[in-house]
């Protein structure tokens, strides 16, 4: 008997990942790479010495609230010196 194939499920079309969204949480890879622009494995390294928002895990994604995200930026905003 042939082995299944699997093929990854695209998040955007993902029923939970909408779920998500519409309770106000974004995926945690997603803020890596569109927020910090930085690719996924750096995001994941940021979030395992802290240097990244507050992740949470819903079943198997890790998600990000989205006012802490922009409460998180907020606090790194760097203001030019006089």
């Known amino acids: 008997m042939p082995a299944i194939k699997r093929f ?6 993902s ?6 969204e519409r309770l106000g949480y974004v995926l945690a890879d997603d803020v ?14 940021r979030q395992s010495i802290g240097d ?4 949470y895990k819903i079943g198997a994604r890790r998600v990000c609230r989205v006012d802490e995200v922009d409460k998180w930026i907020r606090t790194r905003r760097v203001t030019r010196a006089a």
């Open 52 to 55: 990244f928002p507050p992740v």
């Open 15 to 20: 029923a939970a990942a909408g779920l998500t």
């Open 32 to 45: 890596a790479v569109h927020v910090l622009g930085c690719n996924v494995k750096t995001g994941r390294n």
């Open 8 to 13: 990854p499920v695209d998040p955007a079309e």
